[in-house]
């Protein structure tokens, strides 16, 4: 089994900083894509930011200049560094990632989110 534990999240003003982490943990034999989504209540899960297991990242119009996602593949840990958060922001973030067993199955994992809270 996979499990990937995110944390980092909390009550943060607006225009402050966090930055999210979640570490995956298990029979890993390496892990593809890690990237993170958030979910809004009332609103559809959408995609925050995606990070290749090369380094090669991709940020949602929506955080882009404001976030950087990076990971650690040593500690298959990937991270969200948010700045200028906004109350829009407010959101549970969500982390996956597409890991290899040691069978050489690929199968996408899911944390069960940390809350992000941006008050104005």
């Known amino acids: 089994q996979v499990q990937l534990v995110e944390s980092g999240g909390g009550l943060v003003q607006a225009g402050g900083s966090l930055r999210l982490s979640c570490a995956a943990s298990g029979s890993i034999f390496s892990i593809n894509a890690m990237g993170w989504y958030r979910q809004a209540p009332g609103n559809e899960r959408e995609l925050v930011a995606t990070i290749t297991d090369g380094g090669s990242t991709n940020h949602a119009d929506s955080v882009k200049g404001r976030a950087t996602i990076s990971r650690d593949n040593a500690k298959n840990t990937v991270y969200l560094q948010i700045n200028s958060l906004k109350p829009e922001d407010t959101a549970v973030y969500y982390c996956?990632?597409?890991?290899?067993?040691?069978?050489?199955?690929?199968?996408?994992?899911w944390g069960k989110g940390t809350l992000v809270t941006v008050s104005s």
């Open positions: 996956y990632g597409n890991v290899v067993g040691p069978f050489g199955y690929a199968l996408n994992y």
